[in-house]
């Protein structure tokens, strides 16, 4: 009998923040690899057709955490490496014509922003010129333009996964986002060139992100999002922070 569901898992030294170094790691793990571990990287999770509407992703996760803790426990990290299906389409109803004209306030600094319009010389806001540069043909094979989108898609992605809601609800727009947040992980980090296949650039422009399950953090963070949507939050990541604070920001500003 076939598995309904199943993971893939990659044991890794760190957090890896790109699928195409996990699929091109062609040597099996040895077991020695296995013994000196320190993550366990989630990056795809599959079931059987005319599943797709059942929710078993969450028992496997939280079953093949079991597992490795028993097996391997040297594994102290379990962590996502996560596609943001919905980003690009997102992103292209955000830049409306008005935002092109002026952009709104977010946490992309002033610095990004000046470099982002260099690349554009004849646009006039750095709205403008991430449009003009994502909507033509090429663009990733020029670093420049890699290179000074970085910390603009980046800063997005973060207010993305943080503070677009779904409607009038609570719950993340992102359909992964909400998965892992409702199964009570922690965002941790957002990943410029997580996934530079066709699909990945399509759907995200190649952002990928990582979600922590932080074992004794996971119910907190579970009731808390689904009472009152709070999204939690691991490691360091300068992009999850200033949107974090931005948010807070604007929300404080509001109630004023």
Not at 56 to 75: C, D, M, Q, S, Y
Not at 82 to 94: C, G, I, T, Y
Not at 174 to 199: E, I, K, M
Request: glycine fraction near 6%; proline fraction near 5%.
């Amino acid at each position: 009998m076939e598995p309904l569901v199943f993971v893939w898992v990659a044991l890794t030294d760190s957090v890896s923040d790109n699928v195409q170094s996990i699929l091109q790691e062609r040597e099996p793990t040895t077991a020695e690899a296995e013994a000196t571990a320190r993550c366990a990287i989630f990056y795809s999770i599959n079931s059987q057709p005319g599943l797709s509407g059942v929710d078993l992703g969450n028992f496997l996760i939280k079953r093949v955490v079991g597992v490795l803790r028993a097996e391997l426990p040297n594994i102290d990290t379990f962590c996502t490496l996560s596609p943001l299906p919905k980003f690009r389409a997102w992103l292209d109803q955000w830049l409306t014509p008005e935002c092109l004209a002026t952009p709104p306030r977010t946490a992309v600094s002033e610095d990004a922003q000046r470099a982002l319009i260099a690349r554009a010389p004849h646009t006039h806001t750095w709205t403008a010129a991430l449009k003009h540069i994502i909507d033509s043909r090429g663009w990733t094979a020029d670093q420049a333009n890699i290179d000074a989108m970085e910390p603009v898609v980046r800063a997005l992605g973060a207010h993305y996964l943080l503070n677009v809601k779904r409607g009038k609800s609570i719950a993340a727009y992102d359909p992964v986002a909400n998965f892992h947040l409702r199964n009570g992980a922690c965002l941790h980090q957002v990943n410029w060139r997580g996934n530079t296949s066709y699909s990945g650039l399509r759907q995200s422009l190649g952002l990928m992100c990582n979600y922590n399950y932080v074992l004794d953090r996971i119910e907190d963070n579970n009731e808390r999002y689904v009472h009152d949507g709070t999204i939690a939050i691991s490691g360091s990541d300068p992009f999850l922070a200033e949107a974090k604070l931005m948010a807070s920001s604007i929300t404080n500003t509001a109630k004023l």
